[in-house]
């Protein structure tokens, strides 16, 4: 019996995308690695576009494929790299010894090493391996279905495609839009020079009748295409499911995809397509053959049945369903007994093949506790060896799921919930880390077990630093909990994290990082001296401690502390002022830690410093792209509460009310954290908005916030100047005796608030001396050098304007003139529309009253109202077109280009009365 043909013999409607991918490939060989990216739903056809596309290569390039697959809805760790390596080892003939860390998935090539470098050294023999076999002829590299890649699968493929060097390779990436949310990794892939999308429309009516010929083998009659089309929506799987249903309408998308599966003719292979769709994605034949309890001719003929109908592919050595959904369909049809059977079945198989993860995964599934709990156990300490964070976590919480005090695991379940807390860490998931040590203090006895209960608090407080600003108590109680006389290691690093999570508070912090310092040199423990190094080097100054810092971060096996370095360089440069410096070293962090997977949690806090440097030097598009980009890694609440705080102050600085609302909507009531900073862009967003009583009644709680005293005051004076800004705006749009006595009075504390902060560094002095200067109006030749010498353009203009206000009320128009022109530009080369508008119109000639008509006077203050040209012309009694020659007319006289404009000059000119506001 011949098999009927579901899938169409022919590639439809792809033209255009066969030809892209073939520029993208000479691009790559003649250029340089090339990126393509396959977007398109489910069905659409991007398995079968990378198909043809490889089949039209030819033998002249290497095509390997890896896919990931939706096992238990976790992608199993570097899934669709095992498969493209081992196809590239065979290549590459590679013998023990050269990837030794290679070792950890392929036994083969020996023992893997423990040596340092890690998940780097992991990476980079990817990496090297890569290469090597591209050299020898092109080399495309598919990763199909990346929607369910896991953290590690999307890592590795992040930093492949930013160190490929080797012309020939191109990486091809198929995902599902929908279903994909790592933006991040598929936003910069995008951004890469030679990286192309192609996103797979659906057929319009002509392509489906073009695919339903080549299914049916003749031309199907015009009812027929019309039909089709309506129910598959142009979706080339749907069509194929359709093409042979006739007239009747299946139920629903499950019956259009089990179509086929359900009119295979013998219940064997309708039994092995069962088992095939339980194996999660791609099986190999060998482990199917054993789960089948069948070899041979017979169970070939049923693959082949299988193949022909394509409802099956063969993937190297083994197989895949043609599309994952009719996988997940099939999967689904089956009962929950049969489910577990079939599970149950491939676990076993699995006993012996060391593949932890993957026999957890069908152990949990089949209900056998007894064997899923140490498999997922296992399969822990796999992911973490791998650098695999996110599966260590799920896979520890599968273990405490299971939990059976009686099993052989050599550990405890405070073990586990140590390592969980200490995986959360690493992956950026505070709270649920918090969660987990707080259930292992739970359990732990202080009293005999002191040092463990200590690493515990030990973890939880750096999770709650991270998460919420807090910590410290937890630290403090570890260290009350270590025996008496205890000086080692475990004390020296308690002092480290402890000092670090003090500061600001100097002198508290001092004698803790001194402590650990002295520790940590005389026991030689690089964790606990680099803390001391970043501690004391911090509070001195001195950068060359840092450095030191650094040299022996870069030596230990973890990247999180040596991420805490760079924060600490940018601090320093930050406040020399030195903007450069502390952009290039917090960039250099954000590399750093998206390359090692950190980008969620430590990447985010680096993109805080790296943002504000950008802002306060002027490279305000770079600033967007950090905070923006950074945001879009989902990270934890902390720090996007600082990067929304700083994304709304940029908003604000270009005029985007809307956008600064939002921001500022978001960050006014924080729950996480000491958010001083966030003052400033609500105060300021008051004022730019005309809610200049809101805006004084921020500064009120500012000043009573118990933080000012207990931050950095080169943190707490931009805050300030925000309120010494509102109080002028409130004297600009008001009157009146009482009004002078309240702003006077509120200078007065704002004076007394700066009093009593110290002057942290030349930043900070510039601040200090713009406070002086708007609060007294004076000065402003010594803040407009000060902001000069700091190479700041938005704080220099900005004094600029207000030293041009003051040298025309004294009546310099000419000093007022050269102020002005400078501010002007440097608002201009910023975008600083706000700014320049202000600026514009404080340089533009101030209009007589001789200027404008008393009846031009009148119809300004009704244009300052708000009123349209006919309400105008009904209050006044006078035609519409009489009211817009009025207006037309003031705008000449006024210089102004828009009725709001007009409005602005004529509260301040006084032309309009009162203020409204």
């Not at 080549?214 to 499911?241: C, M, T």
């Not at 049923?302 to 022909?308: A, K």
């Not at 409130?730 to 009146?736: E, F, P, T, V």
Request: charged content about 25%; aromatic content about 4%.
């Amino acid at each position: 019996m011949v098999a009927e043909r579901v899938v169409s013999p022919v590639f439809i409607g792809r033209d255009e995308e066969l030809a892209a991918l073939a520029a993208a490939m000479d691009a790559a060989v003649e250029q340089g690695p090339a990126v393509v990216l396959v977007a398109g739903e489910a069905g659409i056809g991007k398995s079968r576009l990378l198909a043809e596309f490889a089949r039209s290569l030819g033998p002249g390039v290497r095509v390997v494929e890896g896919g990931c697959a939706e096992l238990g809805g976790d992608g199993l760790p570097y899934a669709p790299f095992v498969a493209v390596l081992r196809r590239l080892i065979r290549v590459e003939g590679v013998l023990p010894g050269p990837y030794r860390q290679l070792g950890r998935w392929f036994p083969e090539l020996g023992e893997a090493s423990d040596a340092e470098g890690g998940k780097h050294r992991l990476y980079e023999e990817v990496l090297t391996l890569v290469e090597r076999v591209a050299a020898d002829r092109p080399l495309v590299v598919s990763i199909e279905d990346l929607h369910w890649a896991d953290a590690a699968t999307r890592e590795l493929l992040g930093f492949l495609a930013r160190n490929l060097t080797q012309p020939g390779v191109l990486l091809a990436i198929t995902y599902r839009p929908q279903e994909t949310s790592d933006g991040p990794l598929l936003s910069e892939l995008a951004r890469r020079s030679r990286t192309i999308t192609l996103r797979l429309e659906r057929l319009d009516r002509q392509g489906v009748g073009r695919q339903l010929a080549a299914i049916l083998g003749a031309e199907p009659d015009v009812a027929a295409v019309r039909r089709v089309h309506e129910r598959s929506d142009g979706n080339p799987l749907f069509v194929e499911a359709l093409a042979r249903a006739g007239e009747r309408t299946p139920d629903s998308l499950r019956d259009l995809l089990l179509y086929g599966p359900r009119s295979l003719t013998g219940p064997a292979a309708r039994e092995l397509l069962n088992l095939t769709s339980v194996a999660g994605g791609r099986v190999g034949h060998r482990l199917l053959a054993q789960v089948a309890g069948q070899d041979g001719p017979a169970l070939d003929a049923l693959l082949r049945e299988l193949v022909d109908r394509s409802l099956l592919v063969t993937a190297g050595d083994g197989y895949d369903f043609r599309h994952a959904l009719i996988r997940q369909a099939v999967y689904e049809d089956l009962l929950p007994g049969e489910r577990s059977r079939l599970h149950a079945r491939y676990a076993e198989a699995l006993r012996d093949r060391g593949s932890p993860a993957e026999l957890a995964a069908h152990a949990y599934a089949a209900g056998n506790r007894g064997l899923a709990l140490p498999a997922a156990y296992l399969a822990a300490g796999q992911a973490r060896r791998s650098y695999a964070y996110g599966e260590q976590v799920r896979l520890l919480d599968q273990v405490l799921e299971l939990w059976d005090p009686r099993a052989e695991l050599g550990a405890d379940r405070i073990d586990v919930l140590t390592d969980a807390a200490e995986a959360c860490m690493l992956s950026g998931e505070y709270a649920r880390g918090i969660e987990y040590a707080s259930a292992g203090l739970a359990e732990v006895d202080e009293r005999r077990e002191p040092e463990r209960a200590a690493q515990l608090l030990e973890h939880r407080g750096r999770l709650q630093h991270r998460l919420n600003g807090t910590g410290v108590c937890d630290w403090e109680r570890a260290l009350d909990l270590l025996p008496a006389g205890l000086d080692g290691n475990r004390r020296g690093r308690l002092l480290g994290v402890l000092a670090m999570g003090l500061l600001p508070e100097v002198d508290r912090a001092r004698e803790s990082f001194e402590e650990a310092l002295a520790i940590g040199r005389r026991t030689g423990d690089a964790t606990v001296t680099v803390r001391g190094l970043l501690g004391v080097g911090s509070l001195t100054r001195d950068l060359g401690m840092l450095a030191q810092a650094r040299a022996l971060a870069e030596r230990l096996d973890g990247h999180d502390l040596l991420m805490t370095v760079p924060m600490y360089e940018a601090t320093l440069h930050t406040k020399a002022g030195d903007h450069h410096r502390a952009v290039e070293a917090a960039m250099s962090g954000i590399r750093h830690a998206r390359r090692y997977g950190l980008g969620r949690s430590r990447g985010a806090d680096l993109a805080r410093f790296a943002g504000h440097s950008l802002i306060l030097a002027g490279r305000w598009d770079e600033a967007s792209a950090v905070l923006r980009e950074s945001l879009q890694e989902d990270p934890p609440p902390l720090p996007r509460q600082a990067l929304r705080a700083l994304a709304g102050y940029l908003a604000l600085l270009r005029g985007d009310l809307a956008g600064a609302a939002e921001a500022a909507a978001e960050v006014e009531h924080p729950a996480h954290g000491v958010m001083f900073f966030r003052y400033r862009l609500l105060c300021l967003l008051a004022v730019a908005q005309g809610d200049h009583d809101r805006a004084d009644l921020l500064v009120e709680r500012a000043l009573a916030d118990p933080a000012l005293t207990r931050i950095y005051s080169s943190d707490a004076r931009p805050v300030l100047v925000a309120g010494a800004l509102a109080q002028r705006a409130r004297l600009a749009h008001g009157d009146g005796e009482d009004l002078r006595e309240r702003v006077e009075q509120r200078q007065a504390e704002l004076s007394a608030a700066d009093a009593a902060l110290g002057v942290d560094g030349p930043l900070d002095r510039a601040w200090q001396v713009m406070l002086g200067a708007l609060i007294k109006d004076d000065g402003w030749e010594d803040a407009a050098a000060a902001w000069r010498e700091l190479r700041q353009p938005y704080e220099l203009a900005l004094t600029l304007l207000h030293g041009a206000r003051a040298a025309l009320a004294a009546g310099d128009r000419p000093a007022a003139s050269v102020r002005l022109r400078e501010a002007a530009r440097l608002a201009e080369e910023l975008g600083a529309a706000p700014l320049a508008r202000e600026i514009a119109l404080l340089g533009r000639p101030r209009p007589g009253h001789d200027g404008l008509t008393e009846r031009e006077r009148e119809v300004l203050r009704l244009i300052a109202e708000g009123l349209s040209n006919r309400q105008i012309a009904a209050r006044l009694h006078i035609s519409p077109s009489t009211a817009g020659v009025h207006v037309s007319h003031i705008l000449t006289k006024l210089g102004a280009a828009t009725r709001t404009e007009a409005t602005a000059i004529a509260f301040r000119e006084g032309l309009a009365g009162a203020s409204p506001l």
